[in-house]
């Protein structure tokens, strides 16, 4: 096979695993932060049980997402070094900010939170929540700086075939980047948000953990009414942006061949690129011109208006994942609104339907950001940087498909074991549940390593018994 | 934002030596533990020996990743080359590193499966030191370039020298290991890393010696920088130092001393390091482009230099700072209960 098209896959495949877990763990620091912050300003003891229940299924999905974490900067070097040699010069200074700023501040402070609550004073026990949160963010900036410049390149110029820089303001803050920026943070904010609200509610089923499980899913679900809605309005601001910037990825996403004014909105269709039009469509007119551009006469360009080697190919990755995405957006909302409305009947927490929605629902979030960065990285074909580099001109020149094939097969094998593994465990925490979390002993007295992993399972060991 | 044009090559080499150098150094001692672990007798001393290592592998396994993309942002046509030319040992490397890396804690909170995470971690760290061993092999044996590509084939580096620094690799970062168990445990689990660190040693010098012979034996611009007149005379302390400290090594491991065994296997490191230095300067993909060929444009590297040169003294201290939290011996008489 082609080791273009391998290649591809592989980089999905190790992204789209990886991405699962900072998708969590950004919004589950923050969480952690703001828990520990409540405790420390009120006082009262819920919110640290709470923290200490989560901080356990912290360790075990950022324990993962640092090594398959790892694997990505190796990824560009193997199989994309032509893209390597000629970006390099602009995108790996904001690469090596990310590991000086972000990877060292976590590991530093992570092992403070995971260790050494009472060795520290509560004070300091939040700080390092905070820089931990902090540290997940600064990554976020540097790794979406990066995906930005490559989807809206700015501030470059071009000697000889490779990226110079000319202005890094601009190359950190290209065009698309604080679109991008502010719809990921939220997406996952929301997405750790739908899974403290799935096990809240699941809790609460089983009248297990009630006060705490109360507390998880009220305040959560306030913080979804915020999110979710203003998720509409900063995807609705990334989609202008897109327009404007990308407007060969806009078209595949909507699945518009020909350029017209009142462009209908295609809810379903089967698009056919040989054919160069869509099948089975179900549309709404109109509609498509007044959300793309807020105006219901609009004018947007189709798919013919690009040469069909300047189009994102398959096109169905970009139109289904759109859908897909937007389709959960959709649903959440659904959920936050339900969610006020039983509040203000006071049946939140009694409502078994509402609560199994609830429970039903914890990973929408992930597949709604996997189905985004679907949409927005396939969508960015056939380039690595958008109309400038050509992904199959990015690939390693050495590579055979055999090569890509071997070591796709060996990611795949191991991260099909480490993912079910990693899931299975964090499953067993939840059903754990915050009071045994409690209970656990320290892990550290007197500056001394009591064992900080012989001290985990003294919990699961209390139980077997 | 317009930085002033001075040649920041030598800083970068600096920067970049030095990551390289405490990646080898910090992760090779955890991944030495990871090896030795496949030998430890029984369970308790296996969780003293996990232990020893639990709340720093982290930290210790950013460096990898600070020396990956420092050289891609300093020396980007290196990493262009060197990367892909390395394929698989890099592939093999990171599969290792992710099963020994989710084993503490999985290991843990799994009990049912102990014995497969307990593999996981031992053949992870064997195998990612083996891979790391290849890499440097295939470095020193040097690449097939055309242009600014590596133009070989993917199987290219598994040569028999790679293979051997392959695995003398495994004993130099068990070495390692042993030392920095000296260092943290008492007792019979202490005899034992001693006695494992003899056998370790042995290796290292059977391997140094290997590649000091083979290396000016096969490369011709080697044997020049170290035979020619005056070089052999200004040279001939690095060997001289480097046996004398193999001595004492050999030494500290049969007395009781506590840190001297950690302290003699890393100095053995250093010479190792600056003797390939010595071999390859300034060369960093050998044989064809130096340095300067390499790098990256002023403006890439002042860019970066000027967060480096704040944040690398702050890293330092923190990191520093945990290993001061968990500084003493690991106890066992906490934990199980």
């Known amino acids: 096979m082609d080791p273009v098209v391998l290649s591809r896959i592989q980089f999905a495949w190790v992204i789209a695993w990886h991405f699962l877990l900072p998708a969590f763990t950004i919004g589950l620091a923050a969480f952690i932060a703001v828990l520990e912050g409540l405790n420390l300003i009120t006082g009262r003891e819920i919110y640290l049980r709470i923290s200490t229940f989560w901080i356990k299924i912290f360790a075990v999905s950022f324990g993962m997402g640092v090594v398959s974490g790892i694997v990505m900067p190796f990824q560009i070097g193997t199989n994309w070094s032509r893209y390597s040699d000629a970006t390099a010069n602009v995108v790996g200074p904001l690469l090596a900010y990310e590991g000086l700023t972000a990877f060292f501040l976590e590991a530093a402070f992570l092992g403070v939170l995971l260790f050494g609550r009472k060795l520290v004073p509560p004070w300091a026990h939040f700080i390092a929540a905070l820089m931990v949160a902090l540290g997940t963010l600064f990554s976020t900036f540097w790794i979406i700086a990066t995906n930005s410049w490559m989807q809206t390149p700015a501030g470059y110029e071009i000697v000889d075939g490779r990226f110079l820089p000319k202005d890094w303001l601009q190359i950190i803050f290209s065009p698309s980047f604080p679109y991008r920026l502010a719809h990921v943070v939220d997406a996952v904010y929301i997405t750790t948000g739908f899974v403290v609200v799935g096990v809240a509610a699941s809790y609460l089923r089983h009248g297990r953990f009630v006060a705490e499980a109360r507390t998880m899913l009220s305040m959560t679900l306030w913080l979804l009414t915020v999110l979710v809605p203003l998720q509409f309005l900063l995807g609705d601001a990334h989609g202008l942006n897109t327009l404007e910037h990308q407007p060969a990825k806009l078209a595949a996403i909507e699945a518009i061949w020909n350029t017209h004014s009142d462009v209908e909105l295609n809810l379903f269709a089967i698009p056919d690129e040989k054919a160069e039009t869509d099948r089975y469509v179900v549309a709404i007119p109109d509609l498509g011109s007044l959300i793309l551009t807020h105006d219901l006469h609009g004018t947007v360009h189709g798919l013919k208006d690009f040469p069909a080697d300047q189009r994102p190919s398959p096109i169905v990755v970009p139109f289904f994942g759109f859908r897909i995405m937007v389709g959960i957006a959709v649903i959440m909302l659904a959920m936050v609104v339900t969610s006020l409305w039983l509040r203000w009947r006071g049946e939140l927490f009694h409502a078994n339907w509402f609560l199994w929605c609830c429970t039903l629902a914890s990973p929408l979030g992930f597949i709604a950001v996997t189905a985004g960065w679907a949409t927005t990285e396939v969508g960015r074909q056939p380039w690595t940087v958008y109309g400038l580099l050509r992904t199959r001109d990015s690939v390693s020149p050495s590579l055979t498909g055999l090569d890509v094939g071997i070591s796709l097969l060996g990611y795949c094998l191991v991260y099909l074991v480490m993912f079910s593994a990693g899931f299975a465990l964090m499953v067993r925490l939840v059903r754990l549940g915050p009071i045994e979390a409690a209970a656990e002993p320290d892990a550290i007295e007197g500056g001394r390593p009591a064992g900080p992993v012989q001290a985990l399972p003294a919990a699961e060991t209390g139980r077997r018994s | ?337």
């Open chain 2, 1 to 337: 934002m317009s930085l002033p044009v001075l040649d920041l090559v030598p800083v970068w080499t600096l920067v970049l030596g030095l990551g390289v150098f405490l990646y080898v150094l910090l992760d090779g001692f955890d991944l030495g533990v990871g090896i030795l672990y496949g030998f430890a007798p029984d369970r308790d001393s296996r969780n003293l020996v996990m232990n020893s290592i639990a709340p720093i592998w982290d930290g210790n396994e950013t460096w990898l990743v600070l020396g990956g993309l420092a050289l891609m942002a300093a020396f980007p046509l290196a990493f262009a080359i060197i990367i892909p030319a390395v394929y698989f040992p890099i592939a093999i490397m990171l599969l290792a590193l992710i099963f020994r890396g989710v084993a503490f804690e999985f290991r843990y909170r799994d009990a049912e499966h102990r014995t497969f995470w307990d593999r996981a971690f031992n053949y992870g760290s064997v195998l990612g030191a083996f891979a790391q061993g290849v890499v440097l092999g295939a470095f020193i044996q040097g690449f097939q370039t055309e242009g600014r590509h590596f133009a070989g084939g993917s199987f290219d580096c598994f040569t028999p020298f790679s293979l051997l620094t392959g695995v003398a690799l495994v004993f130099g970062y068990s070495l390692l290991g042993a030392g920095w168990l000296i260092l943290k445990t008492e007792g019979a689990l202490q005899d034992w890393a001693r006695a494992l660190g003899r056998r370790a040693l042995i290796g290292v010098l059977i391997g140094i010696a290997l590649v000091s012979l083979w290396t000016p034996w096969a490369k011709p611009e080697i044997a020049e920088r170290w035979f020619a007149w005056p070089h052999i005379v200004i040279l001939a302390p690095v060997p001289i130092v480097t046996a004398l400290i193999a001595y004492w090594e050999w030494r500290s491991l049969n007395n009781r001393s506590e840190a001297a065994p950690f302290i003699g296997a890393i100095l053995l490191f250093v010479m190792s390091y600056l003797g390939l230095a010595i071999s390859l300067f300034p060369l960093i993909v050998p044989y064809k482009f130096t340095l300067w060929d390499a790098a990256s444009s002023p403006s890439t590297q002042a860019f970066l230099l000027v967060g480096t040169v704040f944040l690398l003294p702050v890293i330092l201290m923190y990191s520093g700072w945990s290993y001061w939290v968990f500084r003493g011996k690991v106890r066992g008489d906490l934990g199980y209960h």
